[in-house]
């Protein structure tokens, strides 16, 4: 079987789950669980992870450092569009003129949803500014078109609030992103378990953004390794091609001509 690679800012990537940084008890434990999930993309939260700008903490980039991973700076915890350009621009200067990022501004502090028109304010400004953004967003199709329009190069959607764990509840929503989009879709927030994320790869996501879901298990570590194989068994799920579902099985063979 050939390499199923997918490509994200002109860089090809073996592996189509991506990960997050936060919410596990120490260092230690994230480099694990890290490693066992097989990514190669791993987000961080500029406003809560220290990567350099504080010497006397500990430094993340210990853990995962760039020289094997691609560190996805985010905007989690940004509100307005300001705000979120600004972390950008630190994030490009504390890793030495990065410009991959991923791009979020919430709505709503209970829910987290993203606040569209901000999001959409902060796309222009950072593509403008020569940014890759990948993108968080609602379901919405127009709304994953316009940010496409406006040069991001990867569009995600939620596919329940994030942190929920409730997964993939919006799927016909995904999947009409999906089937207009010519940038990379990957479910961003709500998957809860492997089999979410297998649900994600089959209707034809190019990958997964977790976080949550493998941080908070009982077993970070386990559930990594877990959501690894997820994600696998996903896409060659959605490579082989599913049979229809029916209201009851058909026959094998043909009765056409057959004497009894």
Avoid at 62 to 91: H, Q, W
Avoid at 155 to 160: H, N, R, T
Avoid at 203 to 231: E, F, Q, T, Y
Wanted: with cysteine; aromatic share 4%.
């Amino acid at each position: 079987m050939h390499p199923d690679t997918f490509t994200i800012a002109g860089r090809e990537y073996g592996s189509r789950l991506l990960v997050g940084t936060g919410k596990y008890k120490d260092l230690d434990e994230t480099g694990e669980a890290i490693r066992a999930s097989g990514a190669e993309i791993v987000t961080v939260a500029i406003r809560r992870s220290n990567i350099g700008q504080d010497p006397s903490e500990p430094n993340l980039l210990d853990v995962v450092p760039p020289s094997e991973y691609t560190i996805l700076p985010n905007t989690a915890g940004c509100f307005t569009a300001k705000d979120a350009v600004r972390t950008c621009r630190l994030a490009r200067e504390l890793l030495d003129g990065h410009s991959l990022v991923k791009l979020e501004v919430l709505g709503d502090e209970k829910t987290l949803y993203p606040d569209i028109t901000a999001t959409l304010e902060a796309a222009e400004q950072l593509v403008a500014d020569d940014f890759q953004v990948m993108v968080y967003t609602n379901d919405d199709p127009i709304v994953a078109r316009r940010l496409e329009e406006i040069g991001c190069v990867s569009v995600m959607p939620l596919a329940a609030p994030i942190g929920s764990g409730l997964g993939i509840q919006n799927k016909y929503n995904i999947l009409s992103i999906i089937e207009n989009a010519n940038v990379p879709v990957l479910v961003d927030a709500g998957v809860g378990t492997a089999s979410d994320a297998a649900i994600a790869m089959e209707l034809g996501c190019d990958g997964v953004l977790m976080n949550s879901a493998i941080a908070g298990a009982r077993n970070p570590v386990l559930m990594a390794s877990a959501m690894r194989k997820a994600i696998e068994a996903g896409r060659e799920a959605y490579l082989a091609g599913r049979i229809p579902r029916k209201r009851y099985a058909s026959t094998s063979s043909p009765l056409d001509g057959t004497f009894f």
